[in-house]
């Protein structure tokens, strides 16, 4: 097998599960790390046994590094994405790959001209749950989707919008609610739905305007390509992390996600399918898939056909959805997903 050396730069909350993904991974070391935090990088290098850069494009000179991990701020996400494919380094960014889908064009011709492979982070896609629901839709023993629908009641309060300066501002978060944390339900109900037509949305900042300026709640209205409607609530004033609630009506049944756990209801009762379970002291609700959507990637660099990599344009959608969904509550009218389409 060929070893693969990793780096990671952006050494804040989530950078954890990546280091714990690539420990787990055979023949992949991690190289260096980087981040603008001198203390903190040369403390967790020396924990990591890895060398520490405050500046992450003097990394991207290093020979030794194959793979780069991106796990800064929003607006740093392009640039950074850009830098590493120029260095010819395959990139695994976290969501979202860009602040606006104006982006997404310089960044595909970023990735065609580079020889490295682009792989973005929506590990719930991997969840057990979702690749049953994927499974059962793709094989149509459903019969015609009806509606999906989705709540999303988490907890973000001052302390998570004090802890790093870059969340809650337009500049650098890019939104709030919708382009950090709604982003994978977004990204799931498209997924399932099998694409967004059009969508009427509204979005609010009721109880967080002290900490963001963007928003705190989201609600949306979807019309799939397959005439199924979307129905979509999230919030970040709830005051606790409730797991997903995702319901797809179906002709012959409803797959019902709740607690973590998928369920299908048809006229005969109720059954388990599958159920989603957090690794040890895993955030359950950030999903638990880091390990396997990492795991997908590296096995991808080492069979170039192997599918199940998030790449550009799937992660795109998602990032047209949040995008249309702000101008719809902007203009308080449909907007056609054609038309944020860069
Ligand atoms: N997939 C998920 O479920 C999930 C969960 C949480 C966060 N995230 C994503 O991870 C990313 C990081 O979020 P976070 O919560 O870890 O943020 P954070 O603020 O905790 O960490 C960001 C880190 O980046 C560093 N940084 C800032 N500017 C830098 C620069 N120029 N060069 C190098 N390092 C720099 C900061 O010092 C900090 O250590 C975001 O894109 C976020 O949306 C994803």
Redesign the pocket.
């Known amino acids: 097998m060929t070893s693969l050396n990793a780096a990671i ?7 954890r ?1 990546h280091v714990d993904a690539l420990r787990l991974l055979p023949d992949v070391d991690l190289r260096a790390i ?4 001198t203390p ?1 990088g040369e403390h967790l290098a020396q924990r990591y046994g890895c060398r520490f850069y405050r ?2 494009q003097e990394m991207l000179l290093a020979h030794d590094i194959d793979v780069v991990h ?5 607006y ?2 392009k640039p ?1 994405i850009m830098a590493a494919l120029a260095a010819g380094k395959h990139v695994f960014s ?3 790959v860009a602040m606006s889908g104006g982006d997404i064009a310089e960044i595909r011709h970023a990735a065609y001209a580079s020889t490295g492979r682009l792989g973005v ?4 896609r991997v969840n057990p749950t979702s690749q049953t629901i994927d499974a059962l839709l793709t094989a149509g023993t459903l019969g015609e989707m009806h509606s999906i629908k989705a709540i999303l009641t988490w907890s973000r309060g001052d302390a998570y919008y004090r ?2 300066d ?2 809650g501002w337009f500049a650098t978060e890019g939104g709030s609610l919708l382009i ?1 944390q709604a982003i ?1 339900t977004l990204d799931l109900m498209q997924w399932f739905g099998g694409g967004v037509r059009r969508v009427k949305g509204v979005v609010d900042n009721a109880t967080l305007n002290e900490v963001t300026e963007a928003e705190d709640s989201a609600m949306a209205t979807f019309e799939f390509h397959n005439g199924a409607r979307g129905l979509f609530y999230a919030s970040n004033a709830h005051v606790t992390d409730s797991p997903l609630l995702l319901e797809i009506h179906c002709q012959h049944g409803t797959l019902r996600l709740q607690d973590n756990i998928l369920w299908l209801l048809t006229g005969d009762g109720q059954r388990e399918l599958a159920r989603d379970t957090a690794p040890d002291g895993g955030k359950s609700y ?2 638990t898939g ?1 390990q396997q959507a990492i795991a997908h990637f590296y096995h991808a660099l080492r069979h170039p056909t192997a599918d199940g990599v998030m790449d550009l344009d799937a992660a795109a959608c998602s990032l047209q959805l949040v995008e249309a969904i702000y101008r719809s509550s902007q203009l308080r009218r449909w907007i056609n997903l054609t038309d944020v389409i860069d």
């Open positions: 730069i952006g050494c804040g909350a989530i950078h599960n980087a981040d603008v935090d903190k500046d992450y991106i796990c800064t701020p929003h740093l996400h950074m976290e969501k979202p982070c929506y590990q719930n802890d790093s870059w969340r950090n994978h950030w999903g880091h």
